[in-house]
């Protein structure tokens, strides 16, 4: 049997959210990891933390959304300001629904047990519904000018692995998800700190990639 092509991107964007507006516009949606991490070290208060960006364009473009992140405090402090939010493991959570579309924005990155973690994502997903997943892509060009000032890449203190299209690819196609969509994400061009990516896309600053559930058999 010939391996299925890895669905890779083919385009860039700059706004993750002008390709996932689409998916949230309407049904049940659920967003994951939606404390800003920086109101949470800047801000010693936990009364005062703030909804990551992202999570705020969701529930302003759709009403009908849960966040859900680990960050008790962050939680309670969202919940007071108006927000639909749950505090559990995205590894390990059982919400008791299933949502037309699951975004997980730079998360993946940060979780000890990747496969579980898509495999539970997959379980609150309904048939027809659609994963969100966006990563920072190791190869980015400014990482090798890192790596000669600095003797290594630069890594974010929680980050636990990292993924390129191609691994994610294979890793979402082993618990049951096909991958459908994928984009380069590059926020900045740079073209002077970034220059490699105008012969080679892959050295892009992160990706984007969207599943489907696939049949269990």
């Not at 849960?66 to 008790?72: A, I, M, N, S, Y």
């Not at 939680?75 to 037309?100: E, P, W």
């Not at 380069?184 to 892959?202: H, L, M, N």
């Amino acid at each position: 049997m010939m391996p299925m092509p890895h669905c890779l991107p083919t385009q860039t964007i700059k706004d993750r959210f002008e390709i996932i507006q689409k998916y949230v516009a309407q049904g049940d949606v659920l967003d994951l990891g939606i404390v800003d991490a920086w109101s949470t070290k800047k801000n010693r208060d936990p009364s005062k933390r703030l909804p990551q960006l992202l999570f705020r364009k969701i529930t302003g473009t759709n009403t009908d959304t849960v966040g859900v992140d680990l960050d008790e405090d962050g939680i309670n402090s969202l919940r007071d300001q108006g927000y639909n939010v749950i505090c559990a493991d995205a590894q390990t959570m059982d919400l008791q629904k299933q949502f037309d579309t699951i975004v997980a924005g730079e998360i993946i990155e940060h979780v000890e047990n990747a496969g579980q973690f898509l495999r539970n994502l997959r379980r609150h997903l309904k048939p027809d519904g659609h994963l969100i997943v966006s990563t920072p892509n190791p190869f980015y060009a400014k990482q090798s000018g890192k790596i000669w000032r600095r003797g290594k890449p630069q890594i974010h203190d929680d980050h636990t692995c990292w993924f390129d299209p191609i691994t994610l690819d294979q890793l979402m196609r082993r618990v049951k998800l096909k991958p459908v969509e994928c984009y380069w994400v590059q926020p900045r061009f740079e073209p002077f700190k970034v220059w490699a990516r105008f012969f080679r896309k892959y050295f892009s600053h992160s990706f984007m990639t969207i599943a489907t559930p696939a049949p269990e058999n």
